[in-house]
């Protein structure tokens, strides 16, 4: 984890669980499989638990780390704080009397805000009325492509303070998109060397769909070797809208 990111839509990182599996196409060239690889061969404690070959990969099996729940605890100034960028929170393998620590957690540091992602919907709709949701919790889904829009239905269905959609890797156009419910979206083109490449006419689309519906859209990056290689202007300009409990700047 760490008090600084170079996530443009966050400021600090925190991971109380480490590693995943894949679920779907957004997952194919997953940076966080990556670099887990790299951190267990570095010695890195919390990732030297090897995953499913088949889904997952070396230093990224799924790991519970109680130890790091207090490290928000730590940090005094306010901080948006994304959870879990190197896991989901809920995975299947995560216990939901965990997740619940995690959220207590949240809910004991109101200074910060939480950004919590998932691709696992159908759980976080089955659990969600067994959590406490704090005021702080901000909760998303990541959805690539039209064949992962039931993730925005099941969101929609979870009482949190703000619900968002994180579109990236975009991988096709998301026409038909509904926002109902919807507080903030985020949408970002794929990097790496095996990157896959993103539609103008997809990106606009959902811009245009956030405009008309007043909700605020953040445009992360184009992708492209590194994730600044295609920059982030889009016709002529930056997005970086956040909702407005945000504390990060606004246009």
Request: net charge positive; proline share 6%.
């Amino acid at each position: 984890m760490s008090d600084r990111s170079a996530i443009e839509w966050t400021e600090a990182t925190w991971n109380p669980t480490t590693g995943c599996d894949r679920v779907s196409a957004g997952c194919d060239n997953c940076y966080a499989l990556s670099l887990a690889k790299r951190l267990k061969a570095m010695g890195a404690a919390k990732y030297q638990e090897d995953g499913d070959p088949r889904t997952s990969g070396p230093g990224f099996g799924l790991t519970t780390h109680r130890g790091s729940l207090d490290v928000p605890r730590r940090w005094r100034r306010p901080r948006m704080v994304f959870v879990n960028s190197m896991s989901d929170l809920f995975h299947a393998r995560v216990p939901l009397p965990f997740v619940r620590d995690v959220f207590a957690v949240m809910a004991e540091t109101p200074r910060h805000t939480y950004q919590v992602l998932t691709k696992r919907s159908v759980r976080l709709r089955r659990v969600a009325d067994r959590l406490e949701w704090p005021q702080n919790l901000w909760m998303g889904v990541s959805v690539e492509n039209a064949k992962e829009l039931s993730r925005v239905d099941d969101l929609r269905t979870v009482p949190a303070a703000v619900r968002f959609l994180s579109l990236e890797p975009l991988l096709g156009p998301l026409t038909g998109l509904e926002l109902d419910g919807i507080g903030w979206v985020i949408v970002g083109g794929e990097s790496g060397a095996c990157h896959r490449p993103m539609d103008q006419d997809w990106v606009v689309e959902i811009r245009d769909a956030c405009r008309a519906s007043g909700v605020p859209f953040f445009f992360k990056q184009w992708g492209g070797r590194s994730p600044k290689t295609g920059g982030r202007d889009l016709q002529g300009r930056t997005w970086d809208q956040l909702p407005a409990r945000g504390r990060l700047a606004a246009s």
